[in-house]
């Protein structure tokens, strides 16, 4: 991508940032996480720890505060947040498309990303891409993605006026994706098949100790954000359903927020729904990327087809028992209507 597509205002780097000085601060953060509530058992490599009221596997954790003093936002950044597996995936998908439709305008597989990668693969993915993927941080593109609750994003995102964008999903299908997502990740170590279980998971969903979790205070945080006097223009709110529901009139509610509305040259030729066809559940699951590739092969080397499941509302149905949605709802119930 050239420069005249994007604005490139200042570096979202840190002047500080370097291999060495992320050594020397995690040495000072296991000082600091040591002292934190351990989650046990946890999954093997992804040991977690609550921290101010969240629960984050060590490796984010450490990047997190690093990026709460070092990562440097720009007035133009956009940043989609989300907790685990509330319709990220499309979210990306969705926003790249509508931001780079004047550079990848049609399907040639040669041109358009989404054709070749798995969407997370498209833009950068803060808690991992700042340390070990440092110049994607800072690529003209102005989407940036991140799981982070909103009390923990780095103070420049919210002193720089940027936007974010904030997906969330019913906590019953969010739980069972939760849970059928780290069946897969994790399928091949025996060693934690006791809290693989959906038991166990269901238990530690509303205890609040899935990753990133609790799962309700992350969505309070975005909410009251969106309803703040001071930000309310700033942070757009969706929830997954509804964006099932109406594609159309969120597509192009997500373009006007961007600041890259569709132009009615653009509605006449049919634009929006073509970005709704590339990006829907059945197209982008059904490319061979995303049936055979793998997500960060350099390092984290997962299957691009974990990342596509059903995408359906309800689902839940067919797998949580009466007792366990009645708990999910009683928890709803007390933490979204007081």
């Known amino acids: 991508m050239s420069s005249s597509n994007f604005p490139c205002n200042a570096s979202r780097l840190s002047a500080s940032y370097g291999s060495e000085n992320f050594k020397n601060m995690c040495e000072k953060y296991k000082d600091i996480i040591s002292t934190l509530p351990k989650l046990e058992p946890s999954y093997p490599g992804y040991e977690s720890y609550q921290y101010q009221g969240f629960w984050y596997p060590i490796q984010f954790l450490q990047v997190i505060l690093y990026m709460q003093e070092n990562f440097r936002a720009r007035p133009s950044d956009i940043f989609l947040c989300s907790a685990m597996k509330t319709g990220t995936t499309w979210l990306k998908a969705l926003t790249f498309?509508?931001?780079?439709?004047?550079?990848f305008h049609d399907d040639d597989s040669t041109n358009n990303p989404l054709l070749n990668?798995?969407?997370?693969?498209?833009?950068?993915?803060l808690e991992v891409?700042?340390?070990?993927?440092?110049?994607?941080?800072d690529a003209e593109l102005p989407l940036l993605s991140t799981h982070v609750p909103y009390s923990h994003l780095p103070p420049s995102i919210l002193e720089?006026?940027?936007?974010?964008?904030?997906?969330?999903?019913?906590?019953?299908?969010?739980?069972?994706?939760?849970?059928?997502?780290s069946q897969k990740v994790f399928d091949q170590d025996v060693s934690v098949?006791?809290?693989?279980?959906?038991?166990?998971?269901v238990k530690w969903f509303c205890e609040g100790k899935s990753f990133y979790g609790p799962y309700w205070n992350h969505v309070l945080g975005y909410w009251e954000a969106s309803h703040d006097v001071e930000r309310h223009d700033k942070v757009l709110f969706l929830k997954y359903e509804d964006l099932l529901k109406d594609t159309l009139y969120y597509v192009k509610k997500l373009a006007e927020f961007m600041e890259r509305p569709f132009s009615m040259e653009e509605?006449?030729?049919?634009?929006?729904?073509?970005?709704?066809?590339?990006?829907?559940?059945k197209s982008l699951s059904n490319l061979e990327v995303n049936k055979t590739g793998l997500h960060r092969p350099e390092t984290q080397r997962v299957q691009n087809s974990i990342f596509f499941r059903k995408g359906e509302i309800g689902d839940w149905k067919n797998y949580l028992t009466k007792d366990m949605a009645k708990e999910i709802d009683d928890i709803t119930m007390e933490k979204f209507q007081s």
């Open 160 to 181: 720089s006026n940027c936007k974010i964008i904030y997906i969330c999903r019913e906590p019953k299908d969010t739980l069972v994706s939760l849970w059928k997502f």
């Open 193 to 201: 098949a006791n809290i693989l279980t959906l038991e166990h998971q």
């Open 97 to 103: 498309s509508i931001m780079t439709r004047h550079i």
């Open 129 to 137: 891409d700042f340390i070990s993927n440092p110049k994607f941080v």
């Open 117 to 125: 990668k798995v969407p997370h693969d498209c833009l950068p993915f």
């Open 267 to 281: 509605e006449t030729r049919g634009v929006p729904e073509e970005i709704i066809a590339r990006c829907n559940f």
